[in-house]
Protein backbone atom coordinates (compact mmCIF):
# COMPACT_ATOMS: atom_id res chain seq x y z
CA UNK A 1 0.00 0.00 0.00
CA UNK A 2 1.29 3.73 -0.51
CA UNK A 3 0.72 6.41 1.17
CA UNK A 4 -1.12 7.97 -1.24
CA UNK A 5 -3.33 11.87 -0.92
CA UNK A 6 -6.70 10.90 0.43
CA UNK A 7 -9.73 12.76 1.53
CA UNK A 8 -11.66 10.53 3.38
CA UNK A 9 -10.26 8.11 5.88
CA UNK A 10 -12.59 5.09 4.55
CA UNK A 11 -10.77 5.44 1.23
CA UNK A 12 -7.74 4.99 3.11
CA UNK A 13 -8.84 1.83 4.48
CA UNK A 14 -10.76 0.30 1.74
CA UNK A 15 -7.41 1.07 -0.21
CA UNK A 16 -5.74 -1.09 1.82
CA UNK A 17 -8.55 -4.38 1.81
CA UNK A 18 -6.80 -7.62 0.17
CA UNK A 19 -7.28 -8.00 -3.56
CA UNK A 20 -9.48 -10.72 -2.37
CA UNK A 21 -12.44 -9.79 -1.25
CA UNK A 22 -14.19 -12.32 -0.68
CA UNK A 23 -11.46 -13.57 1.94
CA UNK A 24 -12.26 -13.78 5.48
CA UNK A 25 -12.01 -10.02 7.26
CA UNK A 26 -13.78 -10.99 10.79
CA UNK A 27 -14.94 -13.95 12.64
CA UNK A 28 -17.10 -13.34 15.43
CA UNK A 29 -17.04 -15.31 18.71
CA UNK A 30 -20.65 -16.59 17.61
CA UNK A 31 -18.96 -18.15 14.58
CA UNK A 32 -20.18 -16.19 12.31
CA UNK A 33 -17.79 -15.13 9.34
CA UNK A 34 -17.46 -11.52 7.34
CA UNK A 35 -15.31 -11.12 4.36
CA UNK A 36 -14.18 -7.84 3.32
CA UNK A 37 -16.63 -7.73 0.28
CA UNK A 38 -19.30 -7.24 3.57
CA UNK A 39 -17.33 -4.79 5.22
CA UNK A 40 -17.30 -2.80 2.12
CA UNK A 41 -21.16 -3.45 0.94
CA UNK A 42 -22.72 -3.18 4.37
CA UNK A 43 -20.99 -0.01 5.82
CA UNK A 44 -21.89 1.80 1.48
CA UNK A 45 -25.58 0.82 2.01
CA UNK A 46 -25.84 2.38 5.85
CA UNK A 47 -23.83 5.31 4.52
CA UNK A 48 -26.62 5.70 1.69
CA UNK A 49 -29.15 5.47 4.48
CA UNK A 50 -28.03 8.01 6.25
CA UNK A 51 -27.28 10.45 3.52
CA UNK A 52 -30.90 9.73 1.76
CA UNK A 53 -31.77 10.60 5.30
CA UNK A 54 -30.57 14.40 4.55
CA UNK A 55 -27.42 14.15 7.00
CA UNK A 56 -25.33 16.16 5.83
CA UNK A 57 -21.21 16.25 6.17
CA UNK A 58 -20.10 17.18 9.24
CA UNK A 59 -23.23 16.82 11.11
CA UNK A 60 -23.25 14.62 14.54
CA UNK A 61 -24.27 10.74 14.65
CA UNK A 62 -24.50 9.40 17.94
CA UNK A 63 -23.78 6.01 18.65
CA UNK A 64 -24.56 3.83 22.17
CA UNK A 65 -24.52 0.49 21.02
CA UNK A 66 -23.44 -2.97 21.63
CA UNK A 67 -20.07 -4.15 20.12
CA UNK A 68 -20.81 -5.85 16.93
CA UNK A 69 -19.70 -5.90 13.21
CA UNK A 70 -22.66 -4.36 12.13
CA UNK A 71 -21.80 -1.15 14.56
CA UNK A 72 -18.28 -1.41 13.21
CA UNK A 73 -19.96 -0.67 9.85
CA UNK A 74 -21.61 1.78 11.39
CA UNK A 75 -18.73 3.51 11.96
CA UNK A 76 -17.41 3.08 8.58
CA UNK A 77 -20.27 3.91 7.16
CA UNK A 78 -20.28 7.61 9.12
CA UNK A 79 -16.92 8.04 7.74
CA UNK A 80 -17.99 7.38 4.09
CA UNK A 81 -20.76 9.63 4.40
CA UNK A 82 -18.55 12.79 6.01
CA UNK A 83 -20.33 12.07 9.11
CA UNK A 84 -18.88 12.88 12.74
CA UNK A 85 -19.03 10.10 14.79
CA UNK A 86 -19.97 10.13 18.27
CA UNK A 87 -19.36 6.52 19.52
CA UNK A 88 -20.81 6.58 23.94
CA UNK A 89 -20.44 3.92 26.47
CA UNK A 90 -23.06 1.56 26.47
CA UNK A 91 -22.85 2.12 30.22
CA UNK A 92 -23.99 5.64 30.59
CA UNK A 93 -27.02 5.65 32.40
CA UNK A 94 -29.82 8.43 31.37
CA UNK A 95 -28.30 10.99 33.42
CA UNK A 96 -25.06 11.11 31.61
CA UNK A 97 -27.00 10.87 28.26
CA UNK A 98 -28.77 13.40 28.62
CA UNK A 99 -25.53 15.60 29.00
CA UNK A 100 -23.71 14.21 26.02
CA UNK A 101 -26.88 14.32 23.53
CA UNK A 102 -27.25 17.64 24.51
CA UNK A 103 -23.86 18.74 23.98
CA UNK A 104 -23.13 16.89 20.82
CA UNK A 105 -26.62 18.01 19.15
CA UNK A 106 -26.14 15.43 16.85
CA UNK A 107 -28.48 15.00 13.74
CA UNK A 108 -29.14 11.02 13.75
CA UNK A 109 -28.69 9.06 16.87
CA UNK A 110 -28.09 5.13 16.63
CA UNK A 111 -29.00 3.11 20.02
CA UNK A 112 -29.93 -0.65 20.81
CA UNK A 113 -33.50 -1.58 20.56
CA UNK A 114 -34.43 -2.05 24.43
CA UNK A 115 -33.31 1.68 25.30
CA UNK A 116 -35.14 3.52 22.47
CA UNK A 117 -37.92 5.11 24.14
CA UNK A 118 -35.58 7.24 26.66
CA UNK A 119 -32.71 7.72 23.84
CA UNK A 120 -35.33 8.79 21.61
CA UNK A 121 -36.89 11.05 23.79
CA UNK A 122 -33.34 12.42 24.75
CA UNK A 123 -32.28 12.53 20.87
CA UNK A 124 -35.56 14.77 19.66
CA UNK A 125 -35.60 17.27 22.39
CA UNK A 126 -31.99 18.40 21.38
CA UNK A 127 -32.74 18.55 17.44
CA UNK A 128 -32.45 15.04 16.27
CA UNK A 129 -34.06 14.25 12.60
CA UNK A 130 -33.32 10.24 13.07
CA UNK A 131 -33.21 7.94 15.43
CA UNK A 132 -32.13 3.97 14.61
CA UNK A 133 -31.87 1.25 16.42
CA UNK A 134 -29.34 -1.67 16.17
CA UNK A 135 -29.27 -4.95 18.64
CA UNK A 136 -26.77 -7.02 18.59
CA UNK A 137 -27.92 -10.08 16.60
CA UNK A 138 -28.51 -7.50 13.37
CA UNK A 139 -32.24 -6.57 14.40
CA UNK A 140 -33.08 -2.60 14.80
CA UNK A 141 -34.43 -0.19 12.25
CA UNK A 142 -30.82 1.12 10.60
CA UNK A 143 -30.33 -2.48 9.03
CA UNK A 144 -34.13 -2.92 7.81
CA UNK A 145 -33.80 0.02 6.23
CA UNK A 146 -30.66 0.81 5.22
CA UNK A 147 -31.21 -3.41 3.32
CA UNK A 148 -33.25 -1.21 0.92
CA UNK A 149 -30.22 1.05 -0.27
CA UNK A 150 -27.80 0.58 -3.22
CA UNK A 151 -24.54 -1.38 -2.32
CA UNK A 152 -21.91 1.01 -4.18
CA UNK A 153 -20.88 4.07 -2.49
CA UNK A 154 -18.46 6.70 -3.13
CA UNK A 155 -17.07 8.37 -0.02
CA UNK A 156 -17.71 12.05 0.75
CA UNK A 157 -14.35 13.90 -0.08
CA UNK A 158 -14.41 15.97 2.96
CA UNK A 159 -10.70 16.80 3.48
CA UNK A 160 -8.26 15.94 5.89
CA UNK A 161 -8.77 18.71 8.36
CA UNK A 162 -12.42 17.34 8.40
CA UNK A 163 -13.53 16.18 11.71
CA UNK A 164 -13.85 12.36 11.52
CA UNK A 165 -14.93 12.17 15.29
CA UNK A 166 -16.01 13.49 19.03
CA UNK A 167 -14.41 10.99 21.51
CA UNK A 168 -15.68 12.04 24.99
CA UNK A 169 -13.56 12.10 27.90
CA UNK A 170 -14.81 13.18 31.45
CA UNK A 171 -13.03 15.82 33.31
CA UNK A 172 -11.70 17.45 36.58
CA UNK A 173 -14.74 19.53 36.46
CA UNK A 174 -16.87 16.96 36.45
CA UNK A 175 -18.31 17.31 33.09
CA UNK A 176 -17.66 15.10 30.06
CA UNK A 177 -15.54 16.94 27.18
CA UNK A 178 -15.85 16.21 23.16
CA UNK A 179 -12.07 15.31 21.70
CA UNK A 180 -12.24 16.46 17.60
CA UNK A 181 -10.34 14.47 15.90
CA UNK A 182 -9.88 14.39 11.82
CA UNK A 183 -9.60 12.38 9.31
CA UNK A 184 -6.03 13.71 9.32
CA UNK A 185 -5.15 13.08 13.03
CA UNK A 186 -6.63 9.30 12.72
CA UNK A 187 -5.15 8.60 9.10
CA UNK A 188 -1.61 9.94 10.75
CA UNK A 189 -1.76 7.98 13.86
CA UNK A 190 -2.85 4.26 12.06
CA UNK A 191 -0.30 5.11 9.78
CA UNK A 192 2.60 5.81 11.71
CA UNK A 193 1.36 2.55 14.30
CA UNK A 194 1.20 0.73 11.00
CA UNK A 195 5.13 0.77 10.21
CA UNK A 196 5.97 1.14 14.32
CA UNK A 197 4.45 -2.09 15.26
CA UNK A 198 5.73 -4.00 11.98
CA UNK A 199 2.05 -4.77 10.67
CA UNK A 200 2.51 -8.16 8.22
CA UNK A 201 0.60 -9.51 5.34
CA UNK A 202 0.03 -12.92 7.67
CA UNK A 203 -0.86 -10.75 10.69
CA UNK A 204 -4.42 -11.71 12.62
CA UNK A 205 -5.88 -9.49 15.50
CA UNK A 206 -7.73 -11.08 18.75
CA UNK A 207 -10.18 -8.14 19.58
CA UNK A 208 -11.93 -7.59 22.32
CA UNK A 209 -11.86 -4.51 23.59
CA UNK A 210 -15.37 -2.27 23.39
CA UNK A 211 -15.74 0.00 20.21
CA UNK A 212 -16.41 3.08 21.77
CA UNK A 213 -13.24 4.07 23.27
CA UNK A 214 -10.08 4.73 21.19
CA UNK A 215 -8.14 1.51 21.99
CA UNK A 216 -10.81 -0.51 20.69
CA UNK A 217 -11.75 1.75 17.92
CA UNK A 218 -9.23 3.64 16.72
CA UNK A 219 -5.72 1.88 17.49
CA UNK A 220 -6.71 -1.97 17.17
CA UNK A 221 -9.42 -1.71 14.10
CA UNK A 222 -7.66 0.88 12.12
CA UNK A 223 -4.61 -1.19 13.08
CA UNK A 224 -6.35 -4.02 11.55
CA UNK A 225 -7.94 -2.49 8.36
CA UNK A 226 -5.16 -0.58 7.21
CA UNK A 227 -3.13 -3.38 7.19
CA UNK A 228 -5.74 -5.77 5.48
CA UNK A 229 -5.40 -8.44 8.46
CA UNK A 230 -8.70 -10.11 9.81
CA UNK A 231 -9.89 -9.65 12.62
CA UNK A 232 -10.96 -12.65 15.77
CA UNK A 233 -13.54 -10.40 16.91
CA UNK A 234 -15.29 -11.12 20.80
CA UNK A 235 -18.35 -8.93 21.87
CA UNK A 236 -16.85 -9.03 24.64
CA UNK A 237 -13.72 -9.67 27.01
CA UNK A 238 -13.94 -13.84 27.85
CA UNK A 239 -10.03 -15.23 28.66
CA UNK A 240 -11.58 -18.78 27.60
CA UNK A 241 -12.44 -17.27 24.23
CA UNK A 242 -9.03 -15.12 23.74
CA UNK A 243 -6.66 -18.99 24.90
CA UNK A 244 -9.23 -20.73 21.87
CA UNK A 245 -7.84 -17.71 19.48
CA UNK A 246 -4.34 -17.51 20.09
CA UNK A 247 -2.70 -20.21 18.05
CA UNK A 248 -4.65 -18.84 15.13
CA UNK A 249 -3.57 -14.97 15.93
CA UNK A 250 -0.38 -13.15 15.79
CA UNK A 251 -1.66 -9.64 18.08
CA UNK A 252 -3.26 -9.10 20.55
CA UNK A 253 -4.26 -5.67 22.08
CA UNK A 254 -5.42 -5.37 26.17
CA UNK A 255 -5.79 -3.03 29.09
CA UNK A 256 -3.89 -4.13 32.24
CA UNK A 257 -6.92 -5.96 33.62
CA UNK A 258 -7.23 -8.68 30.33
CA UNK A 259 -3.51 -9.43 30.87
CA UNK A 260 -4.23 -10.01 34.68
CA UNK A 261 -7.37 -12.26 33.81
CA UNK A 262 -5.32 -13.98 31.41
CA UNK A 263 -2.83 -14.89 33.88
CA UNK A 264 -5.19 -16.59 35.98
CA UNK A 265 -5.46 -19.03 33.28
CA UNK A 266 -3.68 -22.33 33.63
CA UNK A 267 -3.64 -23.24 29.80
CA UNK A 268 -2.29 -19.89 29.57
CA UNK A 269 1.58 -21.33 27.99
CA UNK A 270 4.27 -20.66 25.52
CA UNK A 271 3.11 -23.20 23.26
CA UNK A 272 -0.39 -21.80 23.39
CA UNK A 273 1.37 -18.46 22.11
CA UNK A 274 3.69 -19.99 19.84
CA UNK A 275 2.07 -18.02 16.92
CA UNK A 276 2.29 -14.80 18.27
CA UNK A 277 4.29 -11.95 17.53
CA UNK A 278 2.83 -9.01 19.62
CA UNK A 279 0.88 -8.19 22.86
CA UNK A 280 0.09 -4.75 23.59
CA UNK A 281 -1.15 -2.83 26.38
CA UNK A 282 -2.11 0.61 27.31
CA UNK A 283 -5.03 2.98 28.40
CA UNK A 284 -3.51 2.51 32.36
CA UNK A 285 -0.09 1.81 33.90
CA UNK A 286 0.79 -1.87 33.68
CA UNK A 287 2.28 -2.91 37.00
CA UNK A 288 5.90 -4.68 36.76
CA UNK A 289 4.88 -7.78 38.65
CA UNK A 290 2.14 -8.64 35.32
CA UNK A 291 4.59 -7.77 32.86
CA UNK A 292 7.40 -9.93 34.55
CA UNK A 293 4.61 -12.50 34.81
CA UNK A 294 3.81 -12.32 31.13
CA UNK A 295 7.02 -12.94 30.37
CA UNK A 296 7.60 -15.81 32.05
CA UNK A 297 4.39 -17.74 31.61
CA UNK A 298 4.82 -17.06 27.58
CA UNK A 299 7.80 -15.97 26.63
CA UNK A 300 6.58 -12.64 25.76
CA UNK A 301 7.53 -9.77 26.13
CA UNK A 302 4.39 -6.94 26.69
CA UNK A 303 4.83 -3.68 24.68
CA UNK A 304 3.38 -1.08 26.68
CA UNK A 305 2.63 2.16 25.01
CA UNK A 306 0.45 5.91 25.79
CA UNK A 307 -2.08 7.49 24.76
CA UNK A 308 -5.06 9.58 25.38
CA UNK A 309 -8.30 9.86 23.62
CA UNK A 310 -6.78 13.48 22.68
CA UNK A 311 -3.84 12.53 21.02
CA UNK A 312 -4.39 8.61 20.15
CA UNK A 313 -1.28 6.88 20.69
CA UNK A 314 2.23 9.40 21.23
CA UNK A 315 4.53 6.64 22.33
CA UNK A 316 5.08 2.76 22.27
CA UNK A 317 7.75 0.63 23.23
CA UNK A 318 10.01 -0.20 20.35
CA UNK A 319 8.67 -3.28 18.34
CA UNK A 320 12.32 -4.05 16.74
CA UNK A 321 15.51 -2.30 16.98
CA UNK A 322 14.49 2.06 16.58
CA UNK A 323 17.20 3.74 14.60
CA UNK A 324 16.41 7.15 16.08
CA UNK A 325 17.58 5.88 19.50
CA UNK A 326 20.82 3.98 18.18
CA UNK A 327 18.92 0.67 17.91
CA UNK A 328 17.37 0.38 20.83
CA UNK A 329 15.07 -2.60 20.66
CA UNK A 330 14.42 -3.53 24.63
CA UNK A 331 10.73 -3.28 25.63
CA UNK A 332 11.29 -1.58 29.27
CA UNK A 333 8.74 -2.30 31.46
CA UNK A 334 7.49 0.67 33.86
CA UNK A 335 8.32 2.99 30.85
CA UNK A 336 5.99 3.53 28.02
CA UNK A 337 8.91 3.65 25.34
CA UNK A 338 9.96 6.57 23.27
CA UNK A 339 7.78 9.02 21.24
CA UNK A 340 6.52 7.58 18.02
CA UNK A 341 7.85 8.90 14.84
CA UNK A 342 6.54 12.50 14.29
CA UNK A 343 5.16 12.97 17.64
CA UNK A 344 7.28 15.93 19.78
CA UNK A 345 7.13 15.18 23.63
CA UNK A 346 8.35 17.24 26.32
CA UNK A 347 8.76 17.58 29.56
CA UNK A 348 7.87 21.04 31.24
CA UNK A 349 7.84 22.90 33.96
CA UNK A 350 4.58 24.75 35.64
CA UNK A 351 5.90 27.51 33.28
CA UNK A 352 5.99 25.28 30.42
CA UNK A 353 9.89 25.83 30.22
CA UNK A 354 11.44 22.44 28.83
CA UNK A 355 13.43 20.53 31.54
CA UNK A 356 16.14 18.14 30.63
CA UNK A 357 16.30 14.28 30.65
CA UNK A 358 16.19 12.90 34.22
CA UNK A 359 13.61 15.86 35.37
CA UNK A 360 10.25 15.03 36.01
CA UNK A 361 7.30 17.76 34.90
CA UNK A 362 4.37 18.00 32.69
CA UNK A 363 4.48 15.66 29.99
CA UNK A 364 3.81 17.91 27.01
CA UNK A 365 3.38 16.90 23.33
CA UNK A 366 3.07 18.15 19.70
CA UNK A 367 1.97 15.80 16.20
CA UNK A 368 -0.05 15.09 13.48
CA UNK A 369 -2.46 13.20 15.76
CA UNK A 370 -3.13 15.61 18.30
CA UNK A 371 -7.16 16.70 18.27
CA UNK A 372 -8.54 20.26 17.19
CA UNK A 373 -9.75 20.90 20.49
CA UNK A 374 -12.99 20.27 22.90
CA UNK A 375 -16.29 20.38 21.16
CA UNK A 376 -17.58 24.02 21.84
CA UNK A 377 -15.23 24.64 24.46
CA UNK A 378 -13.02 27.30 23.06
CA UNK A 379 -12.21 28.13 27.07
CA UNK A 380 -10.94 25.27 27.86
CA UNK A 381 -8.86 24.46 24.72
CA UNK A 382 -6.88 27.38 25.38
CA UNK A 383 -6.76 26.59 28.66
CA UNK A 384 -5.09 23.26 27.80
CA UNK A 385 -2.78 24.40 25.04
CA UNK A 386 0.68 26.28 25.52
CA UNK A 387 1.14 29.80 23.90
CA UNK A 388 2.88 27.53 21.68
CA UNK A 389 1.01 24.98 20.52
CA UNK A 390 1.82 21.91 23.01
CA UNK A 391 -0.97 19.88 24.12
CA UNK A 392 -0.70 19.50 28.32
CA UNK A 393 -1.44 16.33 28.82
CA UNK A 394 -2.32 16.45 32.49
CA UNK A 395 0.13 13.31 33.15
CA UNK A 396 3.88 13.77 34.84
CA UNK A 397 6.59 11.89 34.12
CA UNK A 398 10.36 11.93 32.96
CA UNK A 399 12.49 10.85 29.91
CA UNK A 400 15.67 9.06 30.58
CA UNK A 401 18.65 9.08 28.96
CA UNK A 402 18.46 6.46 26.98
CA UNK A 403 15.01 8.41 25.38
CA UNK A 404 12.49 5.83 27.05
CA UNK A 405 9.42 7.80 28.84
CA UNK A 406 7.97 7.20 31.92
CA UNK A 407 5.13 8.34 33.58
CA UNK A 408 5.11 8.69 37.34
CA UNK A 409 1.34 10.44 37.99
CA UNK A 410 -0.67 13.01 36.66
CA UNK A 411 -1.30 16.31 37.76
CA UNK A 412 -5.13 16.35 36.84
CA UNK A 413 -7.34 14.05 39.55
CA UNK A 414 -8.07 11.00 37.33
CA UNK A 415 -8.04 7.45 38.77
CA UNK A 416 -8.27 4.55 36.11
CA UNK A 417 -9.85 1.20 36.74
CA UNK A 418 -9.73 -1.45 34.24
CA UNK A 419 -8.61 0.50 31.02
CA UNK A 420 -11.62 3.73 32.19
CA UNK A 421 -10.45 6.79 33.27
CA UNK A 422 -13.01 7.77 36.39
CA UNK A 423 -12.48 11.68 37.61
CA UNK A 424 -13.49 12.13 40.89
CA UNK A 425 -15.04 15.28 40.97
CA UNK A 426 -17.80 13.54 39.04
CA UNK A 427 -18.36 11.01 41.04
CA UNK A 428 -18.31 13.58 44.03
CA UNK A 429 -20.79 15.79 42.64
CA UNK A 430 -23.10 12.74 42.20
CA UNK A 431 -22.55 11.69 45.95
CA UNK A 432 -22.98 15.22 47.59
CA UNK A 433 -26.23 15.49 46.61
CA UNK A 434 -27.68 12.76 48.30
CA UNK A 435 -29.73 13.11 51.32
CA UNK A 436 -27.34 13.51 54.49
CA UNK A 437 -24.38 14.40 52.99
CA UNK A 438 -22.37 17.45 53.97
CA UNK A 439 -19.09 16.45 51.77
CA UNK A 440 -17.10 13.85 50.13
CA UNK A 441 -13.73 12.91 48.47
CA UNK A 442 -13.21 10.05 46.28
CA UNK A 443 -9.58 8.68 45.39
CA UNK A 444 -8.06 5.44 43.13
CA UNK A 445 -6.92 3.10 45.65
CA UNK A 446 -4.37 0.06 44.46
CA UNK A 447 -6.16 -2.63 43.12
CA UNK A 448 -4.80 -6.39 41.94
CA UNK A 449 -7.30 -6.75 39.14
CA UNK A 450 -8.38 -3.18 38.12
CA UNK A 451 -4.86 -1.36 38.61
CA UNK A 452 -7.01 1.32 40.58
CA UNK A 453 -10.67 1.30 42.17
CA UNK A 454 -12.64 4.36 43.71
CA UNK A 455 -13.04 4.58 47.38
CA UNK A 456 -15.36 7.72 48.81
CA UNK A 457 -14.96 8.82 51.71
CA UNK A 458 -18.20 10.49 52.82
CA UNK A 459 -18.65 13.48 55.92
CA UNK A 460 -22.21 13.18 56.87
CA UNK A 461 -24.58 16.51 57.69
CA UNK A 462 -24.55 17.08 61.36
CA UNK A 463 -27.13 14.78 62.96
CA UNK A 464 -27.71 12.62 60.10
CA UNK A 465 -26.64 8.99 59.42
CA UNK A 466 -25.74 8.14 56.22
CA UNK A 467 -25.17 4.28 55.31
CA UNK A 468 -22.01 3.13 52.89
CA UNK A 469 -23.97 0.83 51.26
CA UNK A 470 -27.08 3.11 50.45
CA UNK A 471 -24.57 5.75 49.22
CA UNK A 472 -23.33 3.28 46.78
CA UNK A 473 -26.91 2.04 45.71
CA UNK A 474 -28.11 5.34 45.08
CA UNK A 475 -25.53 6.14 42.77
CA UNK A 476 -26.65 3.04 40.53
CA UNK A 477 -28.82 4.93 37.56
CA UNK A 478 -26.21 7.91 38.12
CA UNK A 479 -23.56 7.01 37.12
CA UNK A 480 -22.34 4.79 35.02
CA UNK A 481 -21.64 1.74 37.20
CA UNK A 482 -17.71 1.60 36.29
CA UNK A 483 -17.04 5.34 37.81
CA UNK A 484 -19.11 4.15 41.31
CA UNK A 485 -16.77 3.66 43.74
CA UNK A 486 -15.93 0.06 45.16
CA UNK A 487 -16.66 0.83 48.86
CA UNK A 488 -17.51 3.94 50.88
CA UNK A 489 -16.51 4.51 54.40
CA UNK A 490 -18.28 7.44 56.98
CA UNK A 491 -15.42 9.34 58.25
CA UNK A 492 -15.99 12.19 60.70
CA UNK A 493 -13.55 14.67 58.74
CA UNK A 494 -11.13 15.47 55.72
CA UNK A 495 -7.02 16.39 55.58
CA UNK A 496 -6.77 19.81 54.28
CA UNK A 497 -4.30 22.20 53.52
CA UNK A 498 -3.97 25.77 54.78
CA UNK A 499 -6.31 26.56 51.91
CA UNK A 500 -8.83 24.40 53.13
CA UNK A 501 -8.39 21.99 50.06
CA UNK A 502 -9.14 18.34 50.67
CA UNK A 503 -5.46 16.19 50.81
CA UNK A 504 -5.74 13.84 48.36
CA UNK A 505 -2.63 12.71 48.54
CA UNK A 506 -2.89 12.01 52.73
CA UNK A 507 -5.94 10.39 51.84
CA UNK A 508 -4.33 8.30 48.95
CA UNK A 509 -1.18 6.95 51.26
CA UNK A 510 -3.74 6.77 54.11
CA UNK A 511 -5.99 4.03 52.31
CA UNK A 512 -3.53 2.67 50.53
CA UNK A 513 -4.63 -0.75 51.44
CA UNK A 514 -8.31 -0.35 51.70
CA UNK A 515 -8.55 -2.38 48.75
CA UNK A 516 -7.08 -5.09 50.01
CA UNK A 517 -8.80 -5.36 53.25
CA UNK A 518 -12.44 -4.60 52.02
C1 LIG B 1 -16.66 -3.28 34.56
N1 LIG B 1 -16.80 -2.99 35.87
C2 LIG B 1 -15.81 -2.19 36.24
C3 LIG B 1 -15.04 -1.99 35.09
N2 LIG B 1 -15.58 -2.69 34.06
N3 LIG B 1 -15.49 -1.63 37.42
C4 LIG B 1 -14.42 -0.87 37.47
N4 LIG B 1 -13.63 -0.63 36.40
C5 LIG B 1 -13.91 -1.18 35.20
N5 LIG B 1 -13.14 -0.96 34.14
C6 LIG B 1 -17.82 -3.45 36.79
C7 LIG B 1 -19.20 -3.25 36.25
O1 LIG B 1 -19.65 -1.98 36.58
C8 LIG B 1 -19.97 -4.33 36.96
O2 LIG B 1 -20.26 -3.92 38.27
C9 LIG B 1 -18.97 -5.46 37.05
O3 LIG B 1 -17.67 -4.84 36.95
C10 LIG B 1 -19.12 -6.47 35.94
O4 LIG B 1 -19.29 -5.75 34.72
P1 LIG B 1 -18.91 -6.36 33.32
O5 LIG B 1 -19.30 -5.39 32.26
O6 LIG B 1 -19.38 -7.78 33.25
O7 LIG B 1 -17.35 -6.35 33.44
P2 LIG B 1 -16.35 -6.99 32.49
O8 LIG B 1 -16.98 -7.43 31.21
O9 LIG B 1 -15.58 -8.01 33.25
O10 LIG B 1 -15.42 -5.73 32.11
C11 LIG B 1 -14.15 -5.62 32.54
C12 LIG B 1 -13.29 -5.16 31.37
C13 LIG B 1 -13.85 -3.78 30.88
C14 LIG B 1 -13.34 -6.17 30.25
C15 LIG B 1 -11.88 -5.00 31.88
O11 LIG B 1 -13.82 -2.85 31.94
C16 LIG B 1 -13.11 -3.25 29.70
O12 LIG B 1 -13.38 -3.63 28.56
N6 LIG B 1 -12.16 -2.36 29.93
C17 LIG B 1 -11.40 -1.77 28.83
C18 LIG B 1 -11.73 -0.34 28.70
C19 LIG B 1 -11.07 0.28 27.47
O13 LIG B 1 -11.16 -0.18 26.36
N7 LIG B 1 -10.40 1.38 27.70
C20 LIG B 1 -9.74 2.13 26.66
C21 LIG B 1 -10.06 3.56 26.73
P3 LIG B 1 -21.60 -4.30 38.99
O14 LIG B 1 -21.66 -5.80 38.97
O15 LIG B 1 -21.43 -3.71 40.35
O16 LIG B 1 -22.67 -3.65 38.18
S1 LIG B 1 -9.10 4.41 25.45
C22 LIG B 1 -7.84 4.98 26.36
O17 LIG B 1 -7.81 4.85 27.53
C23 LIG B 1 -6.62 5.62 25.80
C24 LIG B 1 -6.79 6.52 24.66
C25 LIG B 1 -5.60 4.57 25.49
O18 LIG B 1 -4.40 4.86 25.67
O19 LIG B 1 -5.98 3.45 25.08
Given at each position: ?????????Y???????????????I?T??G?I?T????D?G????A????????????????????S????M??L???R???V??????????????YL???????????????F?W?????????A?????L?T?R?G????R??????I?S?V????QALAS???TS???????????TH???L?NA??L????DW??D?????????F???GL???V?????????M????????????????????????????T?L?????L???????M???I???A????D???A??????H?????Y?????????S????P?????GQ?E??????G????G???????????PL????VGG???????V???????P???AED??A???????D?????T????????????????G???V???????A????????E?AVI??P????????????????????????V?AA??????????PK?????D??P???MG????????ERW?D?A??S
Amino acid sequence: MTDKPQTNLYAALRDAFPAALDGWAIETDAGLIYTWRDLDRGSAMIANELAARGLEPGARLVAQVDKSVEALMLYLAALRAGLVYVPLNTAYPPAEMAYLIDNAQPAAVVCTPQHFGWVSKLAFRAGAQVVYTLGTDRQGTLLERAAHRSDIQSPVPVGMQALASIIYTSGTTGRSKGAMLTHGNLLANAQILRQYWDWRADDVLIHVLPIFHVHGLFVAVHGALLNGSPMLWAARFDPRTVLQWLPRATVFMGVPTLYTRLLGEPELTPERCARMRLFICGSAPLLIDTFRAWQQRTGHTILERYGMSETIMLTSNPCGPDVRYGGQDERRGGTVGFPLPGVELRIADAADRPLPAGEVGGVQVRGPSVFQGYWRMPDKTAEDFTADGWFRTGDVGFIDTRGYVTLVGRSKDVLISGGYNVYPAEVEGAINELPGVAESAVIGVPHPEWGEVGLALVIPQPGATVQPDRVLAALRGRLASYKIPKRCVVVDELPRNAMGKVQKNVLRERWRDAAAAS
